[in-house]
């Protein structure tokens, strides 16, 4: 039956869709600054514990294991720090999405037991191409990260027939958190990329061109689930200081982000002259990787600038375990067995808690207390 709209219901209808066309779009500039200025300085690490290899070992639920968690953010709490860089995967959403949910559910009341709150990351270009549930296999021995895993896998990216699940793991796990205060952001794909590298020949042809047709559906998708969250992806390499000289993947990454999220492991001038070319485009900046000791990377001269400018933190790796990336990335051609690098290169604690080296959590732990001090009323 065909029904004439009152002119207040036809208002009342022109309004709610207003809304929601709205609140689906790329925060403003204003908002962007509103939520960074509510936030403490943002300082903190990419957390996976010790005990996993890699995103399906942290989440399965035969090896999810809140008690280690618990005890390894507990040491982050003590230095002062407060977000984790957390990896998430589709394939734990398509095995049991329920089961997810709860397990992400019990980790952010953990985290928020000591003061954390975390930003997820969805998808992710990195490392192995192949990625299968169920038991994990060991660390290949003196070898970097020799276990994560890349989300959506190869096959899952180049096969539009699986978008529709894809689709419905980004809607599923922001729309169940999309209001809950635990959650600081969502890092909506890691390090999009052309596939060069290890694995190179299992990776799915034209792979850049696939990712760059995805990302922008995928913050689609996610701002369908109305967040209260901002959304990111974070720029990784390339030249940043004009949108003309950057790469197709980044200049989506920087017209669809509420913040600005940013890769990092030069040496502290490398970090500052990115920094300087991104604030040019008037968004908050988090710095979302960086803390590579052999590539000139370092707590000491990096968190010092980092808090000068007012750019969030998260260096790569909080505890020393199966993924071994307090090895260097060199370790994929020469691995360490049978002695160990000259110094760790990610990572700030060892398995027992006990800090890497000591004068780097008195500096992490310093600033961070300034900062929270200047900040009380």
Known sequence: MIRVMSRYSALVFIVTVSLHAWSAERWSEQKTESWYQQQPWLVGSNYIPANAINQLEMWQAESFDPALIDRELGWAENIGMNTMRVFLHDLLWQQDAAGFRTRIDQFLTIASKHHIRPMFVLFDSCWDPEPKLG????????????????????????????????????????????????????????????????????????????????????????????????????????????????????????????????????????????????????????????????AGSTFDTVLPLAKRHHVGAINWGLVAGKSQTYLPWDSWEKPYVLSAPPIWFHDVFRADGSPYRSRETEIIRKLTRETSAAAAP
């Open 135 to 294: 038991r994990q296999h060991p660390p290949i021995p003196g070898v970097h990260n020799s276990g994560w895993v890349q989300s959506p896998g190869a096959h899952a990216l180049s096969d539009a027939a699986q978008y529709a699940r894809l689709k419905d793991y980004v809607q599923g796990v922001i729309g169940a958190f999309a209001n809950d205060s635990r959650v600081l952001a969502w890092d909506l794909w890691n390090e999009p990329n052309d596939g060069q590298g290890v694995y190179a020949k299992a990776e799915a042809k034209n792979k850049i061109d696939y990712e760059k047709k995805l990302l922008p559906q995928v913050f689609e998708w996610a701002r369908s689930a109305h967040a209260s969250q901002p959304l990111t992806s974070g720029l990784w390499e390339g030249d940043w200081s004009s949108i003309e000289k950057m790469s197709p993947i980044a200049r989506i990454q920087l017209d669809q982000s509420d913040l600005i999220s940013f890769h990092n492991y030069g040496w502290p001038e490398d970090f500052e002259q990115h920094v300087r070319w991104l604030e040019q485009y008037h968004r908050p900046l988090i710095c979302t990787e960086y803390m590579a000791r052999g």
